[in-house]
């Protein structure tokens, strides 16, 4: 079945066809995990490193395709041309293989990689330094190279299996579980979470859940769960304008709600929630929202006068004149 592979590989990949692709002279120690909710179908990798950027290199996904983490003595061709084969139509296991094969320098790569179906495959190169390993389990995999202790990957498996939520929170719980087994023998610098939709709407900007990035943190994961959260907060924020686009009042600021109690500190979307109230007519209930995000930043006032002739806000002097003298 795997016959095949090599010639496909050849024609899609013009950087193991030009010749081994060059091995960096230090490894991306990592922990990575590639997984599909097989409820929603969407598809997630998520990473953390002691190394700078790593989001950068290691995790990438498409929607509709597949997911894939690539690391140790990193080759990013594995990400870029590892989802050009499963966009193709070929499995995650049958394009890893054949990966494989075209490379010269495999017993030093670490690669997991899912499809869209869910078929997993991972591959440890005997040459990753050690502790290093992976676990495929069904509809995830998990992969570390260079941990402290051998514990690190089963510790992740079991977290992503136990733990309840969505994609996002149970990819996270299993980067949790890495850390918390002692994680990269050198320490943590960055991570980062990417999860996209089981299906392409044609849209790869909507069909992006999460796409984050923690470059440089002496607490890279306490970080991304922050960003993960106000990731969270944007999204109910945008449900809440596509409800307003509908006319479903009450939908919008059921969403523009649960975003501030995601982001209670948040102005931005204090004040977008007033601007709402206000454009639905419940000017009283937007009053103690813009007193809120006049007292985070005076500017905001300035900001609501510019409203109108954006068509974004009433043409009404008296409502102007009351809602600029909310601040108390």
């Given at each position: 079945?795997?016959?095949?592979i090599?010639?496909l590989?050849?024609?899609?990949m013009?950087?193991?066809?030009?010749?081994?692709?060059?091995?960096?002279?230090?490894?991306?120690?990592?922990y990575?995990?590639?997984?599909?909710d097989?409820?929603?179908?969407?598809?997630?990798?998520?990473?953390?490193?002691?190394?700078?950027?790593?989001g950068?290199?290691?995790?990438?996904a498409?929607?509709?395709?597949g997911?894939?983490?690539?690391?140790?003595?990193v080759?990013?061709?594995?990400g870029?041309?590892?989802?050009e084969?499963m966009?193709a139509?070929r499995?995650?296991?049958?394009?890893?293989?054949g990966?494989?094969?075209?490379?010269?320098?495999?017993?030093?790569?670490?690669?997991g990689?899912?499809?869209?179906?869910g078929?997993?495959?991972?591959?440890?190169?005997?040459?990753c330094?050690?502790a290093a390993?992976?676990?495929?389990?069904e509809?995830f995999s998990?992969q570390a190279?260079?941990?402290?202790?051998?514990?690190?990957?089963?510790?992740?498996a079991?977290?992503?299996?136990?733990s309840?939520g969505?994609?996002?929170?149970?990819?996270?719980?299993?980067?949790?579980?890495a850390?918390?087994?002692?994680?990269?023998?050198?320490?943590k610098?960055?991570?980062?979470?990417?999860?996209?939709?089981?299906k392409?709407s044609?849209?790869?900007w909507?069909?992006?859940k999460?796409?984050?990035?923690?470059?440089?943190?002496?607490?890279?994961?306490?970080?991304?769960?922050?960003?993960?959260?106000?990731?969270?907060?944007?999204n109910?924020?945008?449900?809440?304008?596509?409800?307003?686009?509908?006319?479903d009042?009450?939908?919008?600021?059921?969403?523009?709600s649960?975003?501030?109690?995601?982001?209670?500190?948040?102005?931005?979307?204090v004040?977008?929630?007033?601007?709402?109230?206000v454009?639905v007519g419940?000017?009283?209930?937007?009053?103690?929202?813009?007193?809120?995000?006049?007292?985070?930043?005076?500017?905001?006032?300035?900001?609501l006068?510019r409203?109108?002739?954006?068509?974004?806000?009433?043409?009404?002097?008296?409502?102007?004149?009351?809602?600029?003298g909310?601040?108390?």
């Amino acid at each position: 079945m795997l016959r095949s592979i090599p010639l496909l590989v050849l024609l899609a990949m013009p950087a193991f066809a030009a010749g081994p692709a060059p091995v960096p002279k230090r490894p991306v120690h990592t922990y990575s995990i590639v997984a599909r909710d097989p409820e929603t179908g969407d598809l997630g990798v998520a990473v953390q490193s002691h190394w700078f950027s790593v989001g950068s290199t290691v995790p990438w996904a498409e929607a509709g395709v597949g997911a894939v983490a690539t690391q140790s003595f990193v080759d990013p061709s594995y990400g870029k041309l590892g989802l050009e084969l499963m966009r193709a139509g070929r499995s995650a296991p049958q394009s890893l293989a054949g990966l494989l094969a075209a490379d010269t320098a495999s017993q030093v790569r670490q690669v997991g990689m899912i499809d869209a179906q869910g078929r997993v495959a991972a591959h440890t190169g005997e040459k990753c330094i050690a502790a290093a390993g992976h676990i495929v389990g069904e509809n995830f995999s998990v992969q570390a190279n260079m941990m402290e202790k051998d514990t690190v990957w089963p510790a992740m498996a079991k977290a992503y299996r136990e733990s309840k939520g969505d994609l996002a929170e149970r990819m996270l719980a299993a980067l949790e579980a890495a850390e918390a087994q002692g994680g990269d023998i050198r320490g943590k610098q960055s991570a980062a979470l990417i999860v996209v939709s089981g299906k392409a709407s044609g849209r790869p900007w909507a069909d992006r859940k999460f796409d984050l990035r923690v470059d440089d943190h002496t607490a890279p994961l306490k970080e991304l769960r922050r960003l993960v959260t106000l990731q969270r907060a944007y999204n109910l924020m945008n449900e809440g304008d596509l409800a307003i686009e509908r006319n479903d009042t009450q939908a919008a600021l059921k969403a523009y709600s649960a975003a501030e109690e995601l982001a209670p500190g948040n102005a931005e979307m204090v004040f977008w929630h007033a601007v709402s109230l206000v454009n639905v007519g419940k000017v009283d209930e937007a009053v103690p929202l813009l007193q809120k995000a006049y007292k985070a930043d005076p500017r905001w006032k300035e900001l609501l006068k510019r409203l109108p002739k954006s068509g974004l806000f009433p043409e009404d002097p008296k409502l102007m004149t009351k809602l600029l003298g909310a601040v108390r």
